[in-house]
């Protein structure tokens, strides 16, 4: 047998990517992986940058994980360990008073009466409201998007125009479901965060908390539309233990990674470190395998790419080898990116003015909010849009040490910040020139919450834009390989008319975020690309 030969082979080992190969090595599909990285994960990776401390350097929680692939591929018994946050939000404000939130909703209720008895007695309301769109819509991820105006784009046979119908249909029904609540859902699904959210709340504080949750990763701000659908992803998901818990993957998020290694191993999936692709090989309008960058080839009728929709089309093919529609489609979509990630190792915990005292406390072990009003993320965008870092950004922190003792040595801690807005084309500067200056600028702004962080730090890992780009393969530094927008989601991810994971290169699929149902840890994205390919293979069987 051709060592170098394979039923299926796999671009990227991310976490999708290996999902994608998990099941379709189930299946008893001959599986390889091609990593261009050394370490596995790709954005959901754990490295120790410094001796001692485990940093989770681009992901850093998890909640949308489908239980449904926990299950299948055994991964709790493969070791994935989820340590569910609760407290899981706290909110600094400037004057020293706070907000403090988790699953405990009459304990987040009381909280939130410190503001606003008002709004005290909305947010169950306005939980409960977002539970059961998000229960509505939760379907639409487990399975790949239909594609409504097939025709004329491209030929499809008649089983699959039924599955297409059938998946229409019961976006009907579950539209239809939602009764009375149908108008307040339609708005989550395709208005703006901060008109919801005035009109729910009139405390400050608590919009702006939940506001950041709707542009965190995107390039928007609160009052774009589609910002609000954003809202609905806090209580999607279960792998924190319930609904709407997030948590800390025990040994940071590497942890998925080891997991999804390990049963690919057992289910006999080749995995190649350092493999960088240069080329996917085609023929007569089929792929036929890879070529690598040492020009190894790797013999494969179907092939996987987690990696996003500009590097699989306009690196890795030919642009003959596409149609140009599609490739013109394909030139359109919006990579536009605004995020960095600060990754810090801390001598003591951070020790804020609005909850005096030292150690580690409840109000750690959530995501820590610097936004303390709605127009405070209205001007960090302002900044944004004109080709500038934020001069007061929002930092979002995480500190997961505070919950797991072991990615840190022992009485220091880790501390994860990822920052709105840092955006990728900037007007007259470089990130590589400016980019230690906007960290100490983030870390400055957060000094005045914690004082004592800046003499706390012992180590610091900068990643800008470009970083994000360079380390991960992402475009843009879009880390969800392509803007969620609403041109860009569900029968329109990546283009309109191939929203099933496949391509127009016959055996070629798309197993990543760029496809539906897009970015987040969720796994979605290769479990319902290794489905259709499964299918595509059994229909080409002898009957």
Not at 112 to 126: L, T
Not at 332 to 340: E, G, K, L, T
Not at 430 to 451: N, T
């Amino acid at each position: 047998m051709n060592d170098n030969a394979f039923d299926c082979a796999v671009i990227g080992g991310g976490h999708n990517g290996l999902i994608a190969a998990a099941y379709l090595a189930k299946a008893g599909k001959r599986v390889c992986v091609l990593e261009r990285r050394q370490v596995l994960g790709g954005c959901a990776t754990t490295e120790e940058p410094w001796p001692g401390y485990k940093v989770s350097t681009g992901a850093y929680v998890i909640s949308l994980l489908l239980p449904s692939i926990i299950r299948d591929l055994k991964l709790k018994h493969y070791g994935l360990h989820i340590v569910p946050r609760s407290p899981s939000s706290f909110t600094p404000l400037p004057d020293g008073r706070s907000l403090l939130m988790g699953p405990d909703q009459v304990a987040t209720c009381r909280e939130i009466a410190k503001f606003s008895r008002r709004d005290a007695e909305n947010y169950p309301r306005y939980e409960a409201l977002l539970e059961r769109v998000a229960e509505a819509i939760e379907p639409v991820l487990s399975e790949s998007a239909p594609d409504p105006m097939a025709k004329g784009l491209r030929r499809i046979g008649m089983r699959k125009r039924l599955r297409d119908f059938g998946k229409l249909l019961r976006i009907v029904r579950a539209c239809g479901n939602l009764g009375t609540d149908l108008p307040e859902a339609i708005e989550l699904l395709t208005g703006a965060a901060r008109p919801v959210l005035e009109r729910w709340f009139e405390a400050e504080v608590l919009s702006a908390t939940l506001a950041t949750d709707a542009i965190i990763g995107a390039f928007a701000s609160i009052s774009a539309p589609g910002s609000a659908y954003v809202l609905l992803h806090h209580v999607m998901g279960t792998a924190g233990g319930s609904r709407g818990v997030w948590g800390y993957v025990k040994g940071g998020m590497g942890g998925l990674a080891d997991a999804l290694e390990a049963a690919c191993i057992d289910l006999k999936v080749t995995i190649h470190r350092e493999a960088p692709v240069k080329r996917i090989i085609t023929a007569n309008g089929s792929v036929k395998g890879i070529v690598l960058e040492n020009d190894t080839v790797v013999e494969a009728p179907m092939v996987a790419s987690s990696v996003d929709a500009h590097l699989t089309f306009e690196k890795f093919l030919d642009p003959k080898d596409l149609p140009e529609s599609f490739r013109r489609a394909v030139a359109r979509i919006d990579y536009s990116s605004a995020s960095a990630k600060i990754n810090l190792a801390l001598g003591e915990a951070p020790e804020f003015l609005a909850v005096p005292g030292s150690g580690i406390g409840p109000h750690h072990h959530g995501t820590i909010h610097i936004s303390p009003t709605l127009d405070y993320l209205e001007r960090a965008y302002d900044d944004a849009k004109y080709g500038r870092p934020s001069e007061e950004p929002i930092l979002e922190l995480t500190i997961p040490s505070s919950l797991d003792a072991t990615v840190a040595p022992q009485g220091k801690h880790v501390m994860n910040i990822f920052v709105q807005y840092a955006p990728y084309a900037l007007a007259d500067a470089h990130w590589d020139d400016i980019k230690e200056g906007f960290a100490d600028r983030c870390i400055e702004v957060l000094s005045r919450y914690a004082p004592n962080v800046p003499s706390a730090i012992e180590h610091r890992e900068v990643l800008s834009p470009l970083d994000l780009e360079r380390t991960f393969g992402l475009t843009g530094g879009n880390i969800f390989q392509g803007a969620m927008s609403l041109n860009q989601l569900y029968a329109m991810r990546p283009v309109l008319g191939w929203a099933d994971h496949r391509t127009p290169v016959e055996g070629l699929y798309l197993c990543g975020a760029a496809s539906h149902p897009g970015g987040g840890v969720m796994g979605a994205c290769g479990r319902n690309a290794a489905v259709e390919m499964l299918r595509d293979a059994s229909a080409k069987q002898p009957a």
